[in-house]
């Protein structure tokens, strides 16, 4: 079982930055894949970034490639997304998930965990 807490949402301008962790609790932590998520109100979840358990690995969706950047630190049991150059489209409630699988994955099917998620709004 692992339980996962996010933190670091608000109200940014266009162009700013902020910084999202999500806090894991549960023996098998790092042995984990993780990913970061998004929803709109109206709209499906979307996939934004996953991580290997090692961290070595990461993929994006193509929509943030190059403004955001996923990394995680097993010893503090935390996985991050650090979102610069934000846009308005990127307003949404970002979620962090766990999947029982170590590798990469951007279905969010095959995810096990999810968070509560945390509220990004950048204005324009």
């Known amino acids: 079982q692992v339980q996962l807490v996010e933190s670091g949402g608000g109200l940014v301008q266009a162009g700013g930055s902020l910084r999202l962790s999500c806090a894991a609790s549960?023996?098998?932590?790092?042995?984990?894949?993780m990913g970061w998520f998004r929803q709109c109100p109206g709209k499906e979840r979307e996939f934004v970034a996953a991580?290997?358990?090692?961290?070595?690995?990461?993929y994006y969706t193509d929509s943030v490639k190059g403004r955001f950047t996923i990394s995680r630190d097993n010893a503090r049991n935390t996985v991050y997304l650090q979102m610069n150059s934000l846009k308005p489209e990127d307003t949404a409630v970002y979620y962090c998930a766990a999947t029982a699988s170590p590798g990469l994955i951007a279905l969010s099917a095959r995810y096990d965990y999810w968070g509560q998620g945390t509220q990004v709004t950048v204005s324009s």
């Open positions: 549960g023996r098998t932590f790092s042995s984990n894949g």
């Open positions: 991580i290997t358990w090692s961290g070595f690995g990461t």
